[in-house]
């Protein structure tokens, strides 16, 4: 496996990981590590698609990613108790 490969491979087990955590009730959705997980592993994915120059993925994990990141920075902004 070549570079590429490696930062698609590990950005999509980011992103089940964070899915199964959630399934099975490990990790709430707005959890810090869920949202982490998620942006980190859609950039990671997004990026490995753009070396592919494969749009369909850039695309999607692009949107990801930003849906993350949203989240990410709602999070930062949330009063803490």
């Known amino acids: 496996m070549n570079l590429t490969d490696w ?3 590990i950005g999509v087990l980011q ?13 709430s ?8 997980l998620n942006l980190i592993g859609a ?3 997004c990026f490995a698609s753009v070396l592919l ?7 999607l994990e692009g949107v990801w ?5 949203y989240s990410f920075i709602n999070y ?3 009063p803490k108790i």
């Open 7 to 9: 930062l698609g491979t």
């Open 15 to 27: 992103i089940l990981l964070a899915y199964f955590l959630n399934v099975i009730v490990k990790v």
């Open 29 to 36: 959705s707005k959890s810090l590590a869920f949202i982490l």
């Open 43 to 45: 950039s990671m994915a």
């Open 53 to 59: 120059k494969y749009w369909p993925f850039i695309v």
């Open 65 to 69: 990613a930003l849906v993350s990141l």
């Open 76 to 78: 930062l902004s949330r």
